[in-house]
């Protein structure tokens, strides 16, 4: 892949913060490790970022992995070739930084947009957390 693909990041226009939790632990860093994931589950070239990242980028979420993710990979020598990764699924990091937005309160709508899923599949996971 070229060096362009960041060019064709989906984090592109997202708060850079957003990749750069402030606290190591608890519901806050939970929730904002998972808005994160969630932009990278539904990045075009997560594949290339995850390789440069896990050589590159010690701190932070890049390539749909946490730091510790990604070292974890690397110490296994795993990386850089995301294929071998047990990587999360995109899916699920999209489904549970959803549940995470609604269970704070976040409208429908707005977990919509932000996770980039319809209004139905919201009120399914609005159901899930409901039973
Ligand atoms: S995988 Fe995540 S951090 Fe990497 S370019 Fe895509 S959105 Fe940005």
Known sequence: MSADWRARAACVGEDPE????????????????????AVCGRCAVRDACLEWSTTHIHVGIAGGLTAEER?????????????????????????????ALLKRGESNQDVAVRCGVTDRTVERWRAAISA
């Open 71 to 99: 070292r974890a990979a690397r110490a296994e020598s795993l990386a850089p070739r995301p294929g071998r990764i047990r990587q999360p699924s995109p899916r699920e990091d999209i489904r549970a930084a959803g549940l």
């Open 18 to 37: 957003l990749f750069f939790p402030v606290v190591e632990e608890g519901p806050l860093c939970e929730d904002q490790v998972a808005a994160a994931k």
